[in-house]
């Protein structure tokens, strides 16, 4: 198979996501009072209505209509203010009535946006908008100074229940596959699930990556779902299909599942990717196939050939009455949006003078923009000169910290936005050096102190004190007359050697901006 | 045991007398009325499961609250023998829908209109036969064999709810509850001659009664007199938190029983009194109804229904759509029959629908799929939404000039088990019923003797505007005055039953 | 009388109905549901041109709904009262895909 960026060349990939999300922060399922939980004891968490019981019926959860409106609203969808629940039947075991209840034609929230930066290796993957000035758009993107923007189009976000989970017994790893027999827990069954479907404006599998991050960050701003993709309460599916680069008439489209990670949603899409375009350079045909994403195997398997359009007798569900949304009411739930990501980015480039690629990575958990605010709040009137220290700090050190200690949440480690600032400032004042700024984050993290504390005890305030420095150059300069003349003869590359010579002296702690500029005064005269 | 009164012979009023007066206590109520249904019910078969404990337990809180002298507290239905058709959950007791699905099924919740009977004071005696899952017009589709007619054993109690109207036709019960779909309620009402409502859709909670048509499904009680049943329908009306069907109602049915229809416009409908196949014994009794009507001081105005004959495949479509969906759930995994022995579920759910459902709901689950399925959705199920859009319109005309109508409940009085036995002709039964439920307004049927060519009890509808329930049983009152309340079928009367 | 479902889509609608039927059956119930259709035509020849639909025959019920608030869920025991077979606290069913089924 060829890779993915030399099938990209001869085919343009058509991209659309399917993208699930349980609302977790509700209390309650969809419509029945039982009590939303994540690994309880099977069927504790369960009654009439969610186990589909005779005689059950089904009453929604407001919150739950709340927050799906929110949602559209912070992906720029339209509201409709009329629309209903239909039931469409899908005989299942894990779906306790064998319908479904969901929306129809007509969803809570219908022609929705959202735009993606799409830059540094990310953009690569898009070579179609090779030659385009910044502002000059090319299909659904738009050239930016550091990629592009892609404009993807939301078709609907819809509201539905989620369906209880099953284990597969005697199939070997749980699979359903040789399974003797399974085993059905209804305790998600009813869980409030919204779906997104996006139109396929989505062209490589960075596009489809950075789509689910950015609806991630959204939700999780929002506060509607955990979006835990590792429990399955954010879930994404994927429709792929090929044409040659400049035809106009889509091919044949495969669905994907199980892309459980931003990684596999990646991975599975490159893969499918290139395995169609291998299918179709040797004359094959793709079928209409739903596929699913093994990531051990890094390739896709066909689960379920479609032979015909699936029939879910669906029609509007008779016990549940219509909704009838006011403006009134819509507007009292915007009233409700916090600040989105995209804002928070724009309000930090704003009042901090970041760049946008500074600020859209601050923004990118609520955690890291919390903080950087705190620390902002802290600096006070240095604020501005802060903000990029602070910003490189949490981009970087505090990022790669948090990713080498995978579940561990930033409120809970002991770097407060008091000790932030503090060894911020403690830099900027050129007080230690940058090295050893390395060394003070790392020991406030592992040992729980303040930075005062750390260069204090391990003595690596830095001398500034011109005085004190100039007595050390002058030792040095005195010590290696030899090295002196060789410089002033024009090789000038060994003032690293003198001022190592200094820092030595000073065990580390000589301020170098002062011993270079003492150095190159005392050299040159 | 020395006879007792046959206390579900006697109305809520005189059992409240004979309560506070200490003729007699609640748990003499409750034995003697478990007694009478187990002599009657072995030629009636109206009767699948009686509640010997809950009744007793019942009656013990209604006797103590008359020993405190606390009966007001006790409900409007304190001492009254009660019972619900056997799609009505009552947790602990079997709900079978008199399906071989549900023979086992034990409930694990108590449906709403159950729990406010239970609440007003009633006496629970047990649960009621029916057509299997309320699919058919006779009780001749249960799975647990037919309930016969009080009035003549070798004759049906109607149907859907043909069990709860023989028991009370029968004076095993003051009140039951049934539910009305198509005609479920009124029709048998008819056929054994009881007071019969369907109040308006949505008047009624319909949470815990097991579904047939969800937007055509309401519950009402059957009772021998319109106050009986007014007292019930304030036990059971008004919105329910768990139906969001339900709707608030603050009315007192009871209040305007009395006074009379002097001023009242009542509607008759020319074309329902031409239509084939109303027998004449039926006409007669309508027409002699309406004549009572005016003399007692209402004005009779003709209205038309254009759309009301579409009404029967508006039903036959909607019907079934709804029911193949509810009927989903039965797939022998949470609940229901399960058919031993199979190593794969989809063999496992064939086997168990197959022999679970009966040939009627096999044909009804089977119908609403196929009026479902994509092509034909458009060509029948969005057309009978639409048809319902006309016939409600009709209503609403009608009842610009008209606070109530008259009508016939069934073209005819009961007929002999077998007699009707092909599906189509059997649906006719509910010619004149469909419409009201189609269209979601209350509609009740009223005793009006026997017919004089069968001397079977015949009943007239008559039918409200939609949350106007209050109409009908004022007129139904004021020919009561008339007819006087339903009797006892004579072979039940005075006792006879149980000795 | 007009033949709208043949026996082969009486097989279709059982196996989507999961209602196992015999030969015998097939034949029976093709039969019931054609005639049963035919008398459902006078809804195929009504003008129904502009006539909105009633879904919900409640007026002008509408938002309808609960606060998310928690109340008392079933028991394990009581959840699983009414099961035809269970295991581990869960509804106990055979093979999904029966014997060399794959999906």
Sequence with gaps: ?525 | MAASPAFGAMGARAIRAGLVAKEFSAREIAESSLARIDAANKDLHAFLETTEQLALDQAAKVDAAVAAGELDACGLLAGVPVAFKDNMNLEGTHTTCSSKMLENYVSPFTATCVARTIEAGGIPLGKLNMDEFAFGSSTETSAFGPTKNPWDLSRVPGGSSGGSAAAVAAGLATVTLGSDTGGSIRQPGSFCGTVAVKPTYGVVSRYGVVAFGSSLDQVGPFTRSVEDAALAMNAIAGRDVLDCTSQDVSVDFTANLAEGVRGMRIGVVPAFMEAQGLTPEVKAKVEEAAEHLRALGAELVEVDLPNAQAAMSAYYVLGPCEAFSNLARFDSVRYGYCDPGHADLNSQYEASRAAGFGPETRRRVMLGSYLLSAGVYDKYYYPAQQVRTLITQDYARAYEQVDCILAPVSPRTSFKFGEVSDPTDMYLSDMFTISINIAGNGGMSLPVGLGADTHLPVGVQLISPAFKDENMLRAAAALETVYGPAPVAPAYADGKAGE | MTQHVTEHDVRDIAEYTRIGLTDEEVARMTVDLNAIIDSLRPITEYDLEGVEPTFHPIGGLSNVMREDVEEPSFTQEVALENAPKQQDGCFLIPSILGEGGDR
């Excluded at chain 1, 960050?217 to 879930?235: F, H, N, T, V």
């Excluded at chain 1, 989105?340 to 690629?357: C, G």
């Excluded at chain 1, 600096?379 to 220290?389: C, M, N, R, S």
Aim: proline content about 4%; glycine content about 8%; charged content about 25%.
């Design chain 1, 1 to 525: 198979m060829r890779k993915l960026e030399e099938v990209l060349k001869d085919w343009e990939a058509v991209i659309g996501l399917e993208i699930h999300a349980e609302l977790t922060t509700l209390d309650t399922k969809m419509f029945c009072g039982c009590k939303l939980e994540f690994g309880a004891e099977p069927n504790t968490h369960t009654c009439p209505v969610c186990l589909g019981m005779p005689g059950a019926l089904p009453v929604p959860n407001r919150a739950a209509i709340e927050s799906i409106v929110l949602a559209g609203l912070a992906t720029n969808c339209d509201i409709e203010k009329h629309s209903m629940f239909y039931r469409k039947t899908y005989m299942y075991p894990d779906m306790s009535k064998n319908y479904q209840t969901t929306q129809g034609p007509v969803a809570f929230c219908m022609r929705g946006h959202l735009d993606l930066d799409v830059d540094g290796a990310a953009a690569k993957e898009r070579i179609d908008l090779d030659g385009l000035d910044v502002g000059e758009s090319r299909g659904n993107a738009t050239r930016t100074e550091t990629g592009y923007t892609a404009h993807v189009g939301i078709t609907r976000i819809h509201m539905e229940e989620d369906a209880g989970k099953m284990v597969h017994i005697g199939g070997g790893e749980g699979r359903i596959a040789g399974a003797t027999h399974s085993l059905v827990d209804y305790n998600r069954a009813g869980t409030p699930l919204t779906e997104l479907v996006t139109e396929p404006d989505l062209r490589t599998p960075e596009e489809a990556r950075l789509f689910m991050q950015k609806l991630r960050q959204i939700y999780l701003a929002l506060g509607i779902s955990d979006c835990s993709m590792e429990e399955g309460s954010m879930r994404c599916d994927g429709n792929v299909s090929l044409r040659r680069r400049g035809a106009k008439e889509f091919g044949v489209k495969t669905e994907l599942k199980n892309m459980n990670s931003f990684k596999n949603l990646h991975d599975g899409l490159a893969y499918e990717i290139c395995r169609q375009a291998e299918v179709l350079e040797e004359g094959g045909q793709i079928f209409q196939e739903t596929r699913h994403w093994d990531p051990s195997a890094k390739r896709t398997i066909v689960m379920r050939v479609k032979e015909t359009a699936d029939d879910y007798r669906l029609f509007p569900d008779p016990d549940l009455a219509p909704y009838d949304l006011t403006d009134e009411w819509i507007e009292s739930v915007r009233a409700k949006l916090p600040e989105l990501p995209d804002q928070k980015a724009a309000r930090f480039e704003d009042a901090f003078s970041l760049t946008p690629y500074d600020a859209r990575h601050l923004v990118e958990h609520r955690a890291t923009a919390d903080f950087f605010e705190a620390c902002m709040e802290l600096a006070g009137a240095d604020a501005a000169k802060l903000a990029k220290p602070v910003a490189n700090l949490v981009i970087n050190d505090v990022t790669a910290y948090l990713n080498a200690h995978e579940g561990t949440e930033l409120a809970d480690t002991p770097l407060t936005p008091a000790r932030a600032v503090a060894l911020v400032r403690l830099t900027a004042a050129d007080a230690i050096s940058s090295k050893q700024a390395k060394e003070v984050f790392a020991a406030i993290l592992d040992e729980d102190k303040d930075p005062d504390a750390v260069v204090r005890e391990r003595g690596m305030e830095q001398v500034s004190d011109t005085g004190a420095i100039e007595a050390v150059v002058d030792a040095v300069l005195a010590a290696n007359p030899d090295k002196v003349e060789q410089y002033r003869g024009g090789k000038t590359g060994l003032i690293g050697f003198f001022v190592g010579q200094c820092m030595k002296e000073m065990r580390g702690q000589g301020n170098p901006k002062v011993i270079n500029e003492l150095l190159a005064s005392k050299l040159s005269s």
